[in-house]
Structure formats: structure tokens, C-alpha cells
């Protein structure tokens, strides 16, 4: 299925995450990333989300948002025009076997080893999901201990901001 | 000036117009009971029955009145049992502010005794809510609570107050009424499409919802009507918005909807539809509905538009600002061959009615039409009662049919006709059935403390007769827990219990009687009206089904 990612500006007070999550829950839209922020104001905290279905589910997704007092700006994120990034932290196992494996893979997708002992290797690594999902896979061929991302942050290129789309 | 929070609550309910509340009091609600108290001279305060009683009796206030219904609770239970009176204002866009206390900041979390998160309970069914933490936010919260009960597409909102913001004191200055935001009609780009598609429309069927009533944009509709010569129909929750006898008014839509209406919904080429949403009762079967249609979509909720069905020209905006926008874009029309289409089903309608003699629901609410004023607000419960209501009231007035439709709430109708009779000031009319009024008949008290003139009307047929009749239609007749032939209830002698007039009618003779009495009565007065079980609702669309399905007669 289509996926899609929306920023969302929202009143940065306690209890908005849920406003906007039991909404998500309640019309059964799916959310495959999910990142919460506080952003360059005090007043905002920023939300992306990213979501699967068709134009119609995502324009019906940004209406319900927009009936939420708490939302102040919704941007739609396409591909082309955004800068996206996930953080991956994942711990595989140290077998003398396959430990140069292991570290060609990270160094061919720029990863870093951060934490290095007798049993385990932790591999951090920043790229698009794409990128992230792919080494993922090639990890698979070792002994995967545990697996952390962080889930998407995007921008938009250019000097294009989301609280512009309504003057905040 | 220096007031308590209680004090800061009851005043600024004042300064937002409001003139009574509904509500119920508690341990932490007990200060602002003080207030009202203390302010009763400017705010009158209606004691219900019951919490859930006093919700629906904001909501029918606020159906009746266009204004924000107002009610109270106290926290855990108090609280909880609003939970279907809000919920059933939010189904059908009704403004309502719900105050509920709770305990003090210190105990929150930590489930002190009736404590309950109803801001949790509520989030889905209120358009937003509140926990107001501190006194500085405590009316302005208030204020922001009305302004977006009434905006856009109106609905409940909740303020929950933990009681030592209460007890607190602060400063506090009266300001004005907050007005609704500005409403704004449909882009002109979108407005032109929309014009050009109905101007080159053969067959084109106007049908609009409860958000015309709320827009009020009776005489837009009305002159579009005239304008492109097309005939008329509504949802349920659109029933009052034009009056029933509008010669080119074919009634109510959907599953028990008329037959002509539905079956001219069914053969149009556009269908413009206003303030209304496409429920699954409207419909049945969404891919069998109206194929060969184009949808004109106008709502004020942008999120309405391809929500369930796909409109060609859907328009986000006000209904009455966007008629007016698009009313001098549309050519004068006349469509003969498409009127003769709905004269010949008006006519197989008219063939199809019930015609027998004696205590049918057809000739009940007819004989009730004869003594309905141009403004008598008539509340129904739900079932088979409301159906019948919905298609045979003859209605004058907007906001006189006051109905649960999206939630289709059983026990309703008591609550909410007494907010609608407060309301409207005038003698109010619930048509009810034995398995609605059962659930909250509590409320008869209410209506007698307050001798609220009002004619209970109740179609008693000793069965759950909605639920029964799918039993016999899609059940091989297998009455599970519907029949409730042996409960032993004697409605006369019960509201007499309660304080109010009662009398029982087995025939069209002693209905009339009864209803001379009741129509003459300063408080309530029952009237249990002898139904047989039965009787159906006809016609039926079934569930899941489109309008070839349609089933006109039980044994065809």
C-alpha cells in the first residue's frame, strides 16, 4: 500500500499526542512512523506521521486532523521536495565468524559501531527508511539481538517552513 | 474582581447568555451548586432524574433553541452517565457545554474516591475538551468552550474542573457574548463547477440534512427548488427543515424513508445534497446507491466531503453563504418529463399507504397532527415510534422535530423534550414507545416538579418492535428478548405515581379524548396509546440493501 508522511504542527501541551493518536485509532488509519518533537517555538510541537492508503485516505486523514482545535498547520511531505531521516540503533551478535562481515556491511552504509563488547556489536546508523530498511535486511543474515528506530523526521527543501502554510 | 472559581463558572455562564442549565449535584461539584445558589435570580438551574436525563435535556434545549445547551455533573458517575447524552449530541452536531467537577489536583491519578478521566472517556465524542488545572485558564476556558460549540459544525464540548479550581480564588471581569467564528461559503472555482454540472442536469433531486437547519438556509433551498425545478428530500435529521406539506417536499430518505423520496433520490442525474452525510441509513448498500448520479456535496465539514460517498463537486463551506453564491449561476429550468416521473411514484406512494381504519400508527400521528401548533417542538425516543413520527408529523416549523439520529439513543425523548419545551417555552409533544421510555422514565419527575406542559404520547406495543420486526423479517420470527408482553407495568397508574395526568387509549375515540385532555393539561400528561405488535415500519429498505430491495408491503 501507498504510503504518505504529514507534518503536523500542534499546541505543545500535554495530552495533544493522544488527541491526535485516538483520532488515528478511532477512523482506523494505520501509522507505520510516528515522531513527536518540540520544534524552534514553545508554543508548537511537531508531529510526523507517516500513514498508508490511497489520495482519498489521505485527504480524509488531513480533514479529520484539521477538526482537532489543538492542530495549528498540517504539511503534506512528498518525496521530492523533503530531506527525511531515521536514526537506527541495532545490536547484533559478536561472532569472531562473521564480525568482518558485520563491519564491512556498516561501513559500506556509513553506520558506526558505538557500543563494542565480547558478545555483542551496536551499529548506529542515520539515512531515509529505505536505506535503514535495506541494511536492516542484510543484518538479518547474522543473529539480530535487538533493534531500535526512531522513526521519520522531515523537512521541507528551501526556506519553505509549515507554520508559513498559516502565518503562526 | 476578586471571585472563587465556582463563583467565576456560574458568572461567566451568565455573560455567555446562558439562561438554564441542567444538571445533577455531587461531592465535587457541591461549590459550584453554592454559586448557582447564589446567583439562581440570574440562572435558573434544572434538577433531572438522572445525569444521563439531564444531558439529553440540554440537547433538546439546544435542538429546539439553536443555543448551547448547558449541563452539570459531578465527577466518576455523575460524569459518566453524560457519556450517551454527549455522545448523542455529537452524532447529530448539537452545541452543548458539559461541566463536570472532579477531585482535586492532588488526588488526580491516583483514583480517589469518584474520581473517573472523563476527559479520557470523552475525547471521541466531544469536539474537544478540557481539564482545566489552574484558576487563571477558568474562564477563558469557558468562553473558548462556547465559541467552538457553536462554530462550523457545532458539537459538544466538555470542561472538567477539578474542585479546588473551585474553591480558588481569582480575578475575574465579565466580557462579552463570544460570537461563532465567521463562516465562509465554498471556493467560487468549485461554486462555478457545481453550477454548470446542475445546470446541465436532466433529473436533478435536492437533499439536505440537519446542517441546512443549522445554516439556516430554508429559503435558499427552497428558491434552488424553484429555480431548477426539483423536487425535495431529507435525511431524518433534516425532517422540520422544510415544512412536510412543501408541495415539492417528498420527505424523509433512507432505509424507512419515503417511497417516492427515496426512489426519486434513486433514478436522479445529480443529486445536490446539503448539510447532510451519507450515513449508512441513508444509503444501504453504498455501491448500489444512486450509480448513476453525480453528487453535488455542500458542507461545512470539509471532512464530510468523500467521506462516504464520492461526490463529483464536493464544496466546503457554509450551506446557506454557498447557495446564495451559487444561486445566480443557475439557469431556470424545467424538467416536465421528470416531474411526470415523480408524480407517477408519488402516486404509487399514495397507493402503497396505509389506509386501514382504527388504531394504526399512520392514523395515531395523523390524529396528532390536528392538534400541533405551527411551533410545538415534537421529541420522539427511538424504534419504530420515530419512524412513524418521521413519516407521517406534519411539520411548520425548523427545530421541531427533535430526534437522536446518528447515535439512535433509546431514552432520549424524556430528557430532551423537556429541554425543548424549556427551551421554546411551548407545550412540547414526545412520541414514545414502551422499550424507550422504560430507560429513562425517571424523568417524569422532572417534567412534573417543573409542570412542563407536555403530551407524552406513547405507542405501546408491548414489544422491543423495531428490533422484533427484523426478528420476523431476517430471523425466521425467533423473538429474542424482545417481547415484553409480560412485564406488568401499568403506565397510567406510573405517571400518576409520579404526579402527572395519565389516561389509556384503545381507540381513535378515546385517543381524541385523551388528546383534548392532554392539550388542555398545565403539566404532563400520558397517554398510553394501544399499538398492535404488529405493525411495521414500512417501507423497509434492508440492511446492506439498495432500492431494488425495497420491501413496501409484508407479504409481497
Known amino acids: 500500500m501507498k504510503k504518505f508522511t504529514v507534518a503536523i504542527l500542534v499546541n505543545n501541551q500535554f495530552g495533544v499526542l493522544n488527541r491526535v493518536t485516538s483520532m488515528f485509532r478511532r477512523r482506523q488509519f494505520n501509522i507505520t512512523s510516528l515522531t513527536v518533537s518540540e520544534t524552534e517555538s514553545e508554543a508548537f510541537s511537531r508531529i510526523t506521521v507517516q500513514s498508508e492508503g490511497d489520495e482519498i485516505k489521505k485527504e480524509q486523514l488531513i480533514n479529520q486532523l484539521y477538526k482537532l482545535p489543538d492542530v495549528c498547520s498540517i504539511a503534506e511531505l512528498e518525496d521530492l521536495d523533503t530531506v527525511s531521516r531515521e536514526l537506527l540503533l541495532i545490536k547484533v551478535k559478536n561472532d569472531p565468524q562473521v564480525r568482518g562481515d558485520i563491519r564491512s556491511a556498516s561501513d559500506a552504509y556509513e553506520g558506526k559501531v558505538v557500543d563494542y563488547t565480547k558478545e555483542s556489536i551496536m551499529i548506529q546508523m542515520v539515512g531515509d527508511s529505505r536505506k535503514i530498511d535495506n541494511f536492516i535486511d542484510l543484518m538479518r543474515d547474522f543473529e539480530i539481538l535487538e533493534i531500535c528506530r526512531t522513526g521519520i523526521v522531515t523537512l521541507q527543501r528551501g526556506s519553505s517552513t509549515i507554520r508559513r502554510v498559516t502565518n503562526l | ?556
Open chain 2, 1 to 556: 474582581m476578586i471571585l472563587s472559581g465556582s463563583d467565576i463558572i456560574v458568572r461567566t455562564l451568565i455573560e455567555q447568555g446562558v439562561q438554564v442549565v441542567f444538571g445533577y449535584p455531587g461531592g465535587q461539584v457541591i461549590n459550584i451548586y453554592d454559586s448557582l445558589y447564589k446567583y439562581r435570580d440570574e440562572l435558573q438551574h434544572v434538577l433531572t432524574a438522572h445525569e444521563q436525563g439531564a444531558s439529553h435535556a440540554a440537547d433538546g434545549y439546544a435542538r429546539a433553541t439553536g443555543k448551547v445547551g448547558v449541563v452539570i455533573a459531578t465527577s466518576g458517575p455523575g460524569a459518566t452517565n453524560l457519556v450517551t447524552g454527549i455522545a448523542t449530541a455529537y452524532l447529530d452536531s448539537v452545541p452543548m457545554v458539559a461541566i463536570t467537577g472532579n477531585v482535586t489536583n492532588t488526588v488526580i491519578g491516583t483514583d480517589g474516591f469518584q474520581e473517573i478521566d472523563i476527559t479520557g472517556i470523552t475525547l471521541p465524542i466531544t469536539k474537544h475538551n478540557y481539564f482545566v488545572g489552574s484558576i487563571e485558564n477558568l474562564a477563558d476556558t469557558i468562553r473558548e468552550a462556547f465559541r467552538l460549540a457553536k462554530s462550523g459544525r457545532p458539537g459538544p464540548v466538555l470542561i472538567d474542573v477539578p474542585k479546588d479550581v473551585q474553591v480558588a480564588k481569582y480575578d475575574y471581569e465579565p466580557q462579552p457574548k463570544v460570537a461563532p467564528d465567521e463562516v465562509f461559503p465554498a471556493k467560487d472555482i468549485r461554486i462555478q463547477q457545481a453550477a454548470e454540472c446542475i445546470n446541465a442536469a436532466q433529473r436533478p433531486f435536492l437533499y439536505f440534512g440537519g446542517g441546512l437547519i443549522t445554516s439556516e438556509a430554508q429559503d435558499e433551498l427552497l428558491q434552488m427548488a424553484e429555480t431548477i425545478d426539483a423536487p425535495i428530500g431529507c435525511s431524518m435529521m433534516g425532517i422540520s427543515g422544510v415544512p412536510t406539506d412543501y408541495p415539492r417536499f417528498l420527505g424523509m430518505q433512507g432505509m424507512h424513508g419515503h417511497y417516492a423520496c427515496s426512489m426519486a433520490m434513486h433514478k436522479a442525474d445529480v443529486i445536490i445534497a446539503m448539510g447532510a452525510r451519507f450515513n449508512d441509513r441513508v444509503t444501504g448498500n453504498r455501491a448500489k446507491f444512486a450509480v448513476g448520479a453525480k453528487i453535488v456535496h455542500i458542507d461545512i465539514d470539509g471532512a464530510e466531503l468523500g467521506k462516504s460517498v464520492n461526490p463529483a463537486h464536493g464544496l466546503r463551506g457554509d450551506v446557506k453563504k454557498t447557495l446564495q453564491k451559487l444561486l445566480p449561476l443557475l439557469k431556470k429550468q424545467e424538467h416536465p418529463q421528470w416531474q411526470a416521473t415523480i408524480q407517477q411514484l408519488l402516486e404509487e406512494e399514495a397507493a402503497s399507504l396505509d389506509s386501514r381504519e382504527g388504531m394504526t400508527p399512520r392514523n395515531v400521528i395523523s390524529m396528532l397532527n390536528r392538534y400541533l401548533s405551527e411551533n410545538t417542538p415534537v421529541a420522539t425516543d427511538v424504534g419504530q415510534h420515530q419512524m412513524w413520527a418521521a413519516q407521517y408529523l406534519n411539520l411548520k416549523t425548523s427545530r421541531r422535530f427533535i430526534s437522536s439520529g446518528g447515535l439512535g439513543t433509546m431514552g432520549f425523548g424524556m430528557g430532551a423534550a423537556i429541554g425543548a419545551s424549556m427551551g421554546t417555552g411551548e407545550r412540547t409533544v414526545l412520541i414514545t414507545g414502551d422499550g424507550s421510555f422504560g430507560m429513562n422514565l425517571n424523568e417524569l419527575a422532572t417534567a412534573v416538579v417543573n409542570k412542563v406542559p407536555m403530551v407524552i404520547l406513547l405507542l405501546n406495543n408491548g414489544v422491543l418492535g423495531m428490533v422484533r420486526q427484523w426478528q420476523t423479517l431476517f430471523f425466521d420470527k425467533h423473538y429474542s428478548n424482545t417481547m415484553l408482553t409480560d412485564r406488568q407495568t401499568d403506565f397510567v397508574k406510573l405517571a400518576e405515581a409520579f404526579g402527572a395526568q395519565a389516561s389509556r387509549a384503545l381507540t381513535l375515540a378515546e385517543l381524541e379524548e385523551a388528546l383534548n385532555k392532554a392539550f388542555a393539561c398545565d403539566g404532563p400528561y400520558l397517554i398510553d396509546c394501544a399499538i398492535d405488535r404488529d405493525e411495521f415500519v414500512l417501507p423497509m429498505l434492508p440492511p446492506g440493501g439498495s432500492m431494488d430491495d425495497i420491501i413496501v408491503r409484508i407479504g409481497d
